[in-house]
């Protein structure tokens, strides 16, 4: 057989293969559901104020923390950095991003309170790439501020 008849016979088996299965995009990762449970220690706080001196709409605060999984090793395993602008003069929107041994995860959403809120889980890298999901985080001190962040991930 001719190497071209038997190049374009390969071609229409790789080519009939992929219409039957269907090209995907999609990685491979999945991530749920799972129930990730890590301890946090802060690091750094910046607070940038745009307005009237205090705590006001449109300043922001940068938040750096260490996590943990005491369980496995007492070294930090990522950190996370929280991007947060005020809304109010207590609320603040917030965009983390959760650096972890096997991806990142990425939340946000709305925190009044520190010593208890919630952020939904937007996705993810890696690992974590069709992450969905809750975080919550708890505040367990003030100083240095410490939290538990339970992670509940769908999909």
Same mark, same amino acid.
């Given at each position: 057989?001719? =190497?071209?008849?038997?190049?374009?016979?390969?071609? +229409?088996?790789?080519?009939? +293969?992929?219409?039957?299965?269907?090209?995907?995009?999609?990685?491979? +990762?999945?991530?749920?559901?799972?129930?990730?449970?890590?301890?946090?220690?802060?690091?750094? =706080?910046?607070?940038?104020?745009?307005?009237?001196?205090?705590?006001?709409?449109?300043?922001?605060?940068?938040?750096?923390?260490?996590?943990?999984?005491?369980?496995?090793? @007492?070294?930090?395993?990522? /950190?996370?950095?929280?991007?947060?602008?005020?809304?109010? @003069?207590?609320?603040?929107?917030?965009?983390? *991003?959760?650096?972890?041994? =096997?991806? #990142?995860? &990425?939340?946000?959403?709305?925190?009044?309170? /520190?010593?208890?809120?919630?952020?939904?889980?937007?996705?993810?890298?890696?690992?974590?790439?069709? +992450? #969905?999901?809750?975080? *919550?985080?708890?505040? *367990?001190?003030?100083?240095?501020?410490? /939290? &538990?962040?339970?992670?509940?991930?769908?999909?």
């Amino acid at each position: 057989m001719p =190497r071209s008849v038997y190049m374009t016979l390969i071609a +229409a088996v790789l080519v009939a +293969a992929a219409l039957v299965y269907g090209w995907s995009s999609t990685s491979s +990762a999945v991530t749920g559901p799972a129930t990730i449970r890590i301890t946090s220690r802060e690091i750094s =706080r910046v607070r940038v104020d745009v307005g009237k001196p205090g705590r006001g709409v449109g300043d922001t605060e940068i938040v750096r923390q260490n996590l943990f999984n005491r369980r496995l090793k @007492s070294k930090p395993i990522g /950190h996370s950095e929280y991007v947060c602008t005020f809304t109010t @003069s207590l609320t603040r929107a917030c965009t983390v *991003t959760i650096f972890l041994p =096997r991806g #990142r995860l &990425i939340a946000g959403g709305s925190i009044r309170y /520190h010593d208890l809120y919630e952020l939904a889980v937007l996705g993810g890298t890696r690992l974590y790439d069709d +992450a #969905r999901g809750t975080v *919550t985080v708890i505040r *367990t001190t003030r100083r240095p501020r410490r /939290h &538990i962040l339970y992670f509940r991930l769908t999909g």
